[in-house]
């Protein structure tokens, strides 16, 4: 059986490799992210790094408390999506929460990562037979699972 040290190590691992998949959808497939799906990707860049720092720090309770809630926070995002998709008149298109997210900093200074161009309704392209908001949905519940499996188990480096 892993160590919590070794589970989080794997989850901050799951969470850049999805972000490298985000990036090669947007850069390669040409999928311009939604203000929606930036927000995932800030959440699974806090689930990564504060997995990360939990596991490297040693402060494993922490560390994946506050990755638990930026999960929880992900599958919050995710849910409103998948309404978005589900409710074709309702949009997040260009709105004041696009205008909020490409001000932001990380947005101004790496817009190829985090800068909002698409329309959320419009995230309907299939990848192995989801589309890509449910594939996020997925990881979302995985990572959420595993974070609480951390937190309960007995601590084990």
Excluded at 26 to 43: D, N, S
Excluded at 73 to 102: Q, R
Aim: overall charge positive; aromatic content about 10%.
């Amino acid at each position: 059986m892993p160590s919590n040290r070794q589970i989080l190590f794997a989850i901050s691992s799951i969470c850049f490799a999805l972000i490298a998949v985000a990036l090669y959808l947007q850069h390669i497939q040409h999928m311009l992210p939604c203000p929606l799906c930036v927000i995932q990707r800030y959440l699974f860049l806090a689930i990564g790094v504060a997995s990360l720092v939990a596991a490297i720090s040693g402060r494993l309770r922490q560390g994946t408390i506050l990755a638990l809630l930026a999960a929880l926070g992900g599958l919050y995002a995710v849910g409103k999506h998948l309404y978005v998709i589900a409710h074709p008149g309702f949009s997040c298109g260009i709105d004041p929460m696009e205008t909020f997210l490409n001000k932001i900093p990380t947005a101004e200074y790496l817009p190829w990562v985090f800068r909002a161009d698409g329309l959320c309704e419009g995230a309907t392209d299939s990848l192995m037979g989801l589309a890509i908001p449910q594939w996020s949905a997925l990881w979302f519940g995985v990572l959420t699972v595993l974070l609480a499996f951390v937190l309960v188990r007995k601590q084990r480096a």
